[in-house]
């Protein structure tokens, strides 16, 4: 079956804009992560749905980053005021329910964004 | 805070050499911990895993042992293939908790 997407596949904006970055998860998985890699780095942790809420968004690196998961299905990332720290990787996994931890997250290609 | 200290790379072998990337973690409780490899133009996937101490991972000839005494997880392989050129992570989820502490990855290539 088809397998985690991200749409765009590379973004590239100015400083100060703003953009969004869409996911679309495995059917059937309840459970959807961002994570952000930057050149040269293993993925780091920005926040984790579970249905439609938010389940831990400790990862969120300021307030001008925010997500959405509003039919506990496809996600958006929503970049505020974008500076070129930005710039990177985001990659989006989906898994089954998370319930009894330890479960497979299927990743996505992820979206490059630069931020010029 | 929870980390994943990886072997730095890039690493390069002979087609069916021994490979053997280091990795160790610091953790609070009882983690698991995970290989994952992202293969050329393809996205992450899980090699392995290991939910409790002494556990071995093991897929596609590759192992990984959950070492607490040591807090290791190296992965392994006795022979390795051109197709195993990728790069590789390591990873920690906490115990109770679903996100994922990363290391830096590891680049390896295999000639032929």
């Known amino acids: 079956g088809a397998g985690v997407s991200q749409t765009p596949s590379n973004k590239v904006t100015e400083k100060g804009k703003y953009v969004e970055l869409r996911c679309d998860p495995i059917?059937?998985?309840?459970?959807l992560y961002w994570y952000r890699q930057s050149l040269g780095q293993g993925p780091e942790f920005l926040i984790y749905?579970?249905?439609?809420?938010?389940?831990?968004d400790s990862g969120l690196p300021n307030d001008r980053f925010f997500a959405v998961r509003p039919e506990g299905s496809v996600s958006t990332l929503k970049i505020q005021r974008t500076e070129r720290g930005d710039s990177a990787v985001y990659l989006c996994?989906?898994?089954?329910?998370?319930?009894?931890?330890?479960?497979?997250?299927?990743f996505g290609p992820g979206t490059r964004l630069t931020v010029l | 805070g929870n980390s994943v200290t990886q072997m730095e790379g890039p690493v390069t072998l002979s087609e069916e050499a021994f490979l053997t990337i280091n990795c160790t973690y610091t953790?609070?409780?009882?983690?698991?911990l995970f290989w994952y490899v992202q293969y050329p133009g393809e996205g992450l996937q899980l090699l392995l895993k290991?939910?409790?101490?002494?556990d071995k991972g093991s897929n596609k000839g590759f192992e990984a042992t959950y070492r607490k005494e040591t807090t290791s997880f190296h992965l392994e392989k006795g022979s390795v293939q051109v197709s195993d050129s990728a790069v590789y992570f390591c990873?920690?989820?906490?115990?109770?908790?679903?996100?994922?502490?990363f290391g830096q990855g590891t680049r390896l290539t295999i000639n032929p």
């Open positions: 996994a989906s898994s089954l329910s998370t319930s009894g931890g330890a479960v497979e997250q299927f």
């Open positions: 059917s059937g998985h309840t459970a």
């Open positions: 749905f579970q249905g439609t809420g938010a389940a831990d």
């Open positions: 953790a609070t409780g009882y983690p698991s």
């Open positions: 290991a939910t409790k101490a002494d």
């Open positions: 990873a920690l989820s906490e115990q109770g908790a679903q996100k994922l502490v």
